[in-house]
């Protein structure tokens, strides 16, 4: 079945640096990824997502960009705020979106 | 709208009693998904529905059981409970497999 790996388990930066997490999956099949951000105590929201047939995907101040032949995508954030500090996820989906695989998580701290 | 809620939110069992989680979605989504979120290991699928009537299994299926007979409605069922079952479990709904995955609050589950 399907692995997702995901790296860095943690990560600080200062407010108004970028951040990048990566994630890596193991089924060729894969052809949905979406990202969720989770806040402490509550539910995952997503916050970016793309198909396979799209190699980058932004919204403001959010990225993700894929590579199939590599099997890794990433998430690219910029200017962070302290906002932004929260858990993210990454997925990978086969199946036309039924089958749903996470990562472990990231835990984002944005220092001001 | 009330979006995707979770009855109950918090329950403490004994090991071997037997509980059922009640997902409730009035989004008209087709799709519903329930997940189990342990701390460092991300959140990973139990089951899932692609429509009214129909269920399919996770990553993680063993020791429990669900059913769809509403579309609106998602139902989790633990039979013998065990300690490993500890944990927040999640429920989210979806208009189809690519779209975003609307999650509820939670139910935090501990047995002892």
């Known amino acids: 079945g399907e692995n997702v790996e995901q790296h860095p388990s943690t990560l600080s930066v200062q407010e108004g640096d970028s951040a990048v997490i990566k994630c890596t999956y193991s089924?060729?099949?894969?052809?949905?990824f979406p990202w969720y951000k989770q806040e402490l105590g509550k539910r995952p929201q997503l916050i970016i997502d793309?198909?396979?047939?799209?190699g980058e995907k932004k919204d403001q101040r959010i990225a993700v960009t894929l590579n199939k032949t590599a099997k890794h995508f990433s998430l690219h954030i910029t200017e962070t705020q302290p906002e932004d500090s929260a858990v993210y996820f990454c997925a990978a989906s086969t199946d036309y979106g039924q089958n749903f695989v996470f990562g472990p998580g990231t835990r984002l701290s944005v220092l001001p | 709208n009330a979006g995707v809620t979770q009855t109950p939110k918090f329950r403490v069992l004994k090991t071997g009693q037997s509980m059922t989680l009640l997902c409730a979605q009035d989004?008209?989504?087709?799709?519903m998904y329930w997940y189990r979120q342990d701390p460092g290991m991300g959140l990973r699928l139990i089951h899932y529905?692609?429509?009214?009537?129909?269920?399919a299994k996770g990553e993680v299926p063993d020791g429990y059981n669900v059913s769809r007979l509403k579309k609106q409605n998602f139902l989790l069922g633990l039979e013998s409970a065990a300690p490993s079952q500890t944990s927040v479990y999640f429920c989210?709904?979806?208009?189809?497999?690519?779209?975003?995955?609307?999650f509820g609050p939670g139910t935090r589950l501990t047995v002892l």
């Open positions: 989004m008209n989504h087709e799709y």
């Open positions: 089924d060729s099949a894969s052809n949905y």
């Open positions: 989210a709904s979806s208009y189809t497999g690519y779209n975003e995955q609307f």
């Open positions: 793309i198909r396979s047939n799209v």
């Open positions: 529905s692609v429509g009214e009537g129909t269920t």
